[in-house]
Each structure stands twice: as C-alpha cells, then as structure tokens.
C-alpha cells in the first residue's frame, strides 16, 4: 500500500457533491494516423495494453474507522479497463458547442471512490463525421487530484502518448500491492504518533517564512494577499454545474511578444487573461476598480523531498486589470510576477505541504461547508480564479496512435472563485481550458473568443 500525503488527501477532503475535485484533459485526434484504422475496440485495447505500465491507474482508495491517519492507495485486485472507458456521440452538426456541452456535463460528474480514481470518454462524431471514417475524435479524461497535480498528470499521459503512431506499449510494471484492515490502521497509528516530533521539526521553517514575509510587508515585496481579491460575480457560491470553453493560440506569436518586452511565458499568458477578463468585465459594465488576483499552482517537484503525488504550491498575482493600456498591464505583471515568485522562494517549499498533513477530513470538510454556506464567498475571496501554466513537449504527439491536435488542459473550480482558466503548451501551440460554473459564467465562450484578439493586441504594440 502506500498512504495518500495531507495534501494529496485534502482533495478528498474538500470536496462536496457541488465541488468535484478533479483534473481533466480534452483532447482532439486525428484518428488517420491510428495503425489499421479507428475503431472504438482497437482503441480500448491499446489503452488496456498500456494500463499495465500505468499502475497509479490501477490503484483505488482504501480506509478503515481505525485508521487515524490519511487513506491508502491500494492495488484494484479487480480492475477492468471497461468499467473506466466511455464511449459517447456528439449530436449534430457536432461542433464546438456541442462537445463543450457534453464535456462540461462529464466535468460535473463525481469520480466513483469505490474503483480506481479516472476515467475516459470517447467521443465520436466530430463536425458530424465518423471517426471511423477518417473523422476526428474527442478524448476526455478524468483523474482525481488527490493522485495527480500538473506535473505527475502529465507524466503520466505521456505513458499514453508516443512520438511515432506505432510506438509498442511500454513494458508492464508492477502495482503497490494490497493492506489489510489491521495494517492500514497500524500504519496510521504509527504517523500519527510521530505528528508532535514532525510539528516540532516544522516550527523553524514556519518561522523563517513567516518573518521573512513581514520583512518583505515592509519594503512592499510581497505577492498579493489572499482575501484581498475584488468582489466579481464569479466569485460565489459554485453549483453542481460546469461549462467549459477552449482556444489555440500560436506558440510563436506568445514568444514573440515573450521576447520584444523581455518578459516570461507566463508573464505573457497572465497578461493574455488579464486582457480577456479586463475586456469581458468591461462590456458588461462589471470591471472591478481595483486590481483582480489569481492564483497561480506552483510546482516543487525536485524541491520537496516529502512524498505523495502533489507537489505544489501557489503564489497570488495581481492581473492589473485596472490598467487600460495592455503594454503597461503587461509590464506591471511582469514586475509583480518576479516579486511574487521572489517571495514564493523564500517560503519553504514544503510549508503547504507539512501543514496539510495535520487537518483531518472534519476539519477541512466543516470548514469548506462554512465558506460555501456564508457570504464570505462573494465579499471576501480568497483570490478570483485560478490560472496555471503546464510547459508541454514541442514536437508531434500521438495518444494511442492517433495524431494530437490540440490538448486543453481543464483544472477544478472552488466555492469563491468559480473560474479556471490552465493552458498547455503543444508543438507550437498554446492550448487553452476555461472551466467555470454556468450560473455564475454563462457565457464562457465570451472569455474563450477573446484570446486570439487579446494576442493580437499584444503583437501589434511589438511593430
């Protein structure tokens, strides 16, 4: 077996029948690359093939009242690919709307706890064609964050995807193994035992954090502050409903501009939201005077030497979308960035998660109905969305054979901040997933549709 971390285990924790917390990925394929032809059969057995090298995918939850510590991953001694597989058929004309449409639909649906924590949809009929045909496919997949953050997801598609369409499955690997009900709580008990030495161990780096952030508070060298965030409606109370949206921009246009003002990737993509959401807001007379605040997952993989499969942090940038001017926008997030990242760094890259290690499901799940039954929701955000960046190979990528076009990442969205905008670069793209909850956003392809134009608006100041 091995025991879930805090911080892998607080998504467990947090979540509610209104807040699913899970990661997705959309995928569009081009299924004339697939060796012998598409066929929904053909793809379910390669995809089973390749399960035998994925054994986090072949792992399920298991606990015991006795267990005083966080679950366990266990070996599913009963795993079948089909009981994971999906297949579904877009209706006509099998255009944008209609996949967003469906896709949001399986977004909003819960992961079945009892089996292991993913599954995959197939959806044919894209634009109406078959893809048996030569037509395009579309493949949504699902994982529970509680097993994976950006990195280790994409570590692990990458076991699905290949650099030639006919690349042999890798070699299979062995899972964790089982536990019994004894061993679970026994192990438990000997990790909660060792909570008041590990505290102990703790105290110095809190410490440390926390005076060097009030030594930065003092000079202005700090990121934003949670709970500083201006009030926007989607910033409320999230229902069990999800609408989701995408764009592709071009990679070298975003390096393009990357380059001319000297900047990151992610100072661009940051200033990419901040124009969408400050010209979205605008139009509909809802641009808050002071400056939006997002989070931003921060990974810290190589950094940590703790285990479980979140290894992350966040910082909180300001958007600037108070400043008109997207040049000067995008230069004060770029100078806002390097202080946030400057004072990231300084805080221990295991703070998040040694303190999650302490709060049990009572204390996270009492805690997360009190937020979301309270107006703290809508007057006091912790931030306004959530926007991550995942760096992605630069070079054609095959999924089970089959061509990959286009790859939208698709993050959770929480009580107060119903928005989630992750992008993902591609062989020369840049792929963007919105996620949002439909009562509160409507119009998300409003903010999708606004890329291309906020793009342009940047390249144009760099002629």
């Not at 007057?379 to 760096?391: A, E, T």
């Not at 989630?420 to 792929?431: A, E, F, P, R, Y």
Request: hydrophobic fraction near 40%.
């Amino acid at each position: 077996m091995q025991r879930l971390s805090g911080l892998d285990a607080s998504f467990l924790y947090l979540e509610t029948s209104t807040q699913p917390l899970h990661v997705c990925s959309i995928l569009d394929l081009d299924t004339a690359t697939m060796p012998g032809g598409y066929s929904f059969e053909a793809f379910r057995d390669a995809l089973a093939e390749r399960m035998a090298a994925m054994p986090q995918f072949r792992e399920k939850l298991a606990n015991t009242t006795l267990n005083l510590d966080h679950p366990v991953w266990v070996e599913d001694t009963e795993f079948d690919v089909s009981r994971h597989l999906h297949r579904i058929g877009l209706p006509p004309p099998g255009g944008r709307d209609e996949l967003a449409q469906i896709c949001g639909h399986i977004a909003a649906l819960p992961l079945d706890r009892s089996r292991p924590l993913w599954e995959t949809w197939v959806i044919e009929g894209i634009d109406g064609v078959e893809a048996a045909k030569g037509g395009r496919l579309a493949v949504m997949t699902k994982v529970h964050h509680a097993a994976v953050d950006g990195v280790s997801g994409s570590n692990l598609m990458s076991t699905l995807c290949s650099l030639e369409p006919d690349t042999p499955a890798p070699p299979p690997e062995a899972g964790v193994g089982g536990a019994t009900t004894l061993e679970i709580a026994a192990g438990g008990l000997m990790r909660f035992a060792t909570r008041p030495l590990n505290l102990l161990g703790m105290l110095p780096s809190t410490v440390s954090s926390v005076v060097n952030t009030l030594d930065r508070a003092r000079t202005g060298l700090t990121m934003a502050r949670p709970f500083a965030a201006p009030r926007t409606p989607f910033n409320a109370t999230i229902t069990a409903h999800r609408n989701i949206a995408f764009a592709q921009l071009d990679l070298e246009d975003v390096k393009k501009v990357k380059d001319h003002f000297d900047v990151k990737v992610n100072d661009v993509v940051m200033a990419l939201v901040s124009g969408v959401l400050r010209r979205y807001m605008l139009d509909r007379g809802q641009l808050p005077a002071s400056s939006m605040v997002a989070m931003v997952p921060v990974s810290v993989h190589g950094k940590s030497d703790r285990p479980g499969r979140n290894q992350v942090s966040g910082m909180f940038s300001p958007l600037e979308t108070q400043i008109a001017d997207p040049v000067n926008r995008l230069e004060a997030i770029a100078e806002a960035n390097s202080v946030a990242k400057e004072h990231s760094s300084a805080i221990s890259a295991t703070l998040l998660q040694d303190w999650s290690q302490f709060a049990g499901p009572a204390v996270f799940g009492a805690a997360m109905r009190l937020y979301a039954r309270t107006r703290l929701t809508s007057s006091r955000p912790v931030h306004n969305l959530v926007i991550s960046n995942v760096p992605g190979p630069q070079e054609p990528l095959y999924f089970l054979g089959c061509e990959i076009k286009a790859m939208y990442p698709i993050g959770p969205i929480f009580h107060g901040s119903g928005l989630n905008i992750t992008v993902m670069s591609l062989d020369g793209k840049l792929n963007v997933g919105l996620i949002g909850c439909p009562e509160l956003l409507p119009d998300l392809w409003g903010l999708a549709d606004g890329f291309a134009p906020a793009l342009d608006e940047l390249l144009s100041a760099t002629r």
